[in-house]
């Protein structure tokens, strides 16, 4: 008997569930040398919390792709078991942002299941809105400059990335404009590019004034990458890769925290010692600017193709210290590295390519161009989101501070994939139901 979308996300939840508690209970044994009922509580209430999420998609999108919802339990999952590994008051806090993220998952569901496609109708509203999130961290009093790059909002005892939610806005903005104007863009009007350009000019504007390259590759990555899917012009990407080449060079010459992370990725070891800024002495690059990155390598070279396994990777001195700074954000793929060695990073990275592939084949099975190009720009952009922290720590491109999606500990990247996931399951059921 042929099982329905929705019985297969349960099974599917229901393996993740059994495996996310052998997690938990494989670094309770590793630290604690027994095992423990409490520890068993983050996978029950982690479980019931994804069945709360299946129970929402049953009730409102029953067509929906029944892969999406558990490869994202199971990504969240990973990251939970790893940051309970490093600090359970962490996890606590991390278990807190997936109740919100999966809260408002369902939010999203309810109040958008008959017609999602209205939010076309607010293109310009959610082009604006992306714009004011990037300015956001630099407004005085409440912007915060974290490692170089002023991307953070503090408000009160929270700190927030408000540009992870600004990621959304600019897709919805470009997937209802490009399907709008795509075929007179091709004529080069200016008229017919001039909310584009303001849009993708405001955009670099913010993103030059917060001094990460990172954040700004992964939005004009997300811009050249849906143009492309509207247009099918390789000349625009062209000429748009160009123009990101020159302004990059621009911010490399201008900003010095940008030229310190091309300087590290390039030669993150010297064999002579250079200025430091951190103590204002001579030292080795490795013992100073890039002392996060060549850390981070050999975390990633202890883990071997094996692994430590779950709770017996070294990530302190024996002080009390870390060895990597950021580890549960910026760093946990090196973490999860050490632990799961080449083999379980592998997996996982196996697991985020599974999850791209399913949001664009709801793109190709979605019957108008507005559906099309938000399924393609949302899987378009968590793949690339991922490709440019993994590519960053593995020295493939210059080091970024961005998150790792539904892994790394942070709040506003939890709430913003699972909005990602609520899209992409809105655009799968509306496909699937007329297919059907």
Same mark, same amino acid.
């Given at each position: 008997m042929r099982l329905?979308?929705?019985?297969?996300?349960?099974?599917? +939840?229901?393996?993740? #569930?059994? !495996? %996310? *508690? =052998? &997690?938990?209970?494989?670094? /309770?044994?590793?630290?604690?040398?027994?095992?423990?009922?409490?520890?068993?509580?983050?996978?029950?209430?982690?479980?019931?919390?994804?069945?709360?999420?299946?129970?929402?998609?049953?009730?409102?999108?029953?067509?929906?792709?029944?892969?999406? +919802?558990?490869?994202? #339990?199971? !990504? %969240? *999952? =990973? &990251?939970?078991?790893?940051? /309970?590994?490093?600090?359970?008051?962490?996890?606590?806090?991390?278990?807190?942002?997936?109740?919100?993220?999966?809260?408002?998952?369902?939010?999203?569901?309810?109040?958008?299941?008959?017609?999602?496609?209205?939010?076309?109708?607010?293109?310009? +509203?959610?082009?604006? #809105?992306?714009?004011?999130?990037?300015?956001?961290?630099?407004?005085?009093?409440?912007?915060?400059?974290?490692?170089?790059?002023?991307?953070?909002?503090?408000?009160?005892?929270?700190?927030?990335?408000?540009?992870?939610?600004?990621?959304?806005?600019?897709?919805?903005?470009?997937?209802?404009?490009?399907?709008?104007?795509?075929?007179?863009?091709?004529?080069?009007?200016?008229?017919?590019?001039?909310?584009?350009?303001?849009?993708?000019?405001?955009?670099?504007?913010?993103?030059?004034?917060?001094?990460?390259?990172?954040?700004?590759?992964?939005?004009?990555?997300?811009?050249?990458?849906?143009?492309?899917?509207?247009?099918?012009?390789?000349?625009?990407?062209?000429?748009?890769?160009?123009?990101?080449?020159v302004g990059a060079a621009a911010v490399y010459e201008g900003t010095p925290h940008v030229r310190d992370r091309v300087l590290n990725w390039i030669h993150p070891w010297t064999t002579t010692k250079i200025y430091c800024p951190v103590s204002g002495r001579l030292a080795y690059r490795q013992d100073c600017q890039s002392y996060q990155e060549v850390q981070s390598l050999y975390s990633i070279a202890h883990g071997g193709f094996g692994g430590t396994g779950f709770g017996n990777g070294t990530f302190q001195t024996t002080s009390g210290h870390q060895v990597i700074p950021d580890l549960k954000t910026d760093f946990i793929y090196s973490a999860l590295a050490q632990e799961l060695g080449l083999i379980g990073v592998s997996a996982l990275l196996m697991v985020y390519m599974l999850f791209v592939l399913r949001g664009f084949r709801v793109a190709l099975a979605a019957s108008d161009g507005f559906s099309k190009l938000l399924a393609a720009g949302l899987s378009f952009g968590f793949a690339l989101q991922t490709f440019v922290i993994v590519g960053g720590i593995l020295r493939v491109i210059p080091l970024t501070g961005i998150t790792l999606p539904f892994v790394s500990y942070g709040g506003s990247s939890i709430v913003s994939n699972f909005l990602l996931v609520a899209g992409l399951m809105l655009v799968s059921h509306r496909a699937n139901r007329e297919a059907a």
């Open positions: 329905s979308y929705r019985n297969r996300e349960l099974l599917t +939840l229901v393996v993740v #569930g059994a !495996l %996310t *508690a =052998i &997690g938990f209970a494989s670094v /309770y044994i590793s630290l604690e040398a027994q095992i423990s009922s409490g520890s068993l509580t983050y996978a029950v209430f982690f479980f019931g919390l994804y069945l709360a999420a299946h129970v929402v998609a049953r009730a409102t999108v029953p067509y929906a792709d029944p892969y999406l +919802l558990p490869i994202a #339990g199971l !990504l %969240t *999952a =990973i &990251g939970l078991t790893e940051i /309970y590994r490093l600090g359970t008051r962490d996890a606590f806090r991390q278990g807190l942002w997936i109740v919100i993220g999966v809260a408002v998952f369902a939010a999203a569901l309810v109040w958008l299941r008959r017609d999602y496609r209205v939010i076309a109708r607010y293109k310009y +509203l959610f082009g604006v #809105g992306a714009i004011v999130l990037l300015f956001l961290p630099l407004a005085p009093g409440i912007g915060e400059t974290i490692n170089g790059a002023r991307l953070w909002v503090s408000l009160g005892p929270f700190q927030l990335q408000p540009g992870e939610l600004g990621k959304i806005a600019l897709i919805v903005f470009l997937a209802a404009y490009l399907q709008q104007r795509r075929e007179v863009l091709a004529q080069g009007r200016l008229k017919d590019w001039g909310p584009l350009l303001l849009i993708w000019g405001g955009a670099m504007l913010v993103l030059f004034a917060t001094d990460d390259l990172g954040s700004a590759l992964l939005y004009y990555g997300i811009f050249l990458g849906l143009l492309y899917v509207a247009t099918a012009r390789l000349a625009f990407v062209a000429g748009g890769l160009g123009l990101f080449l």
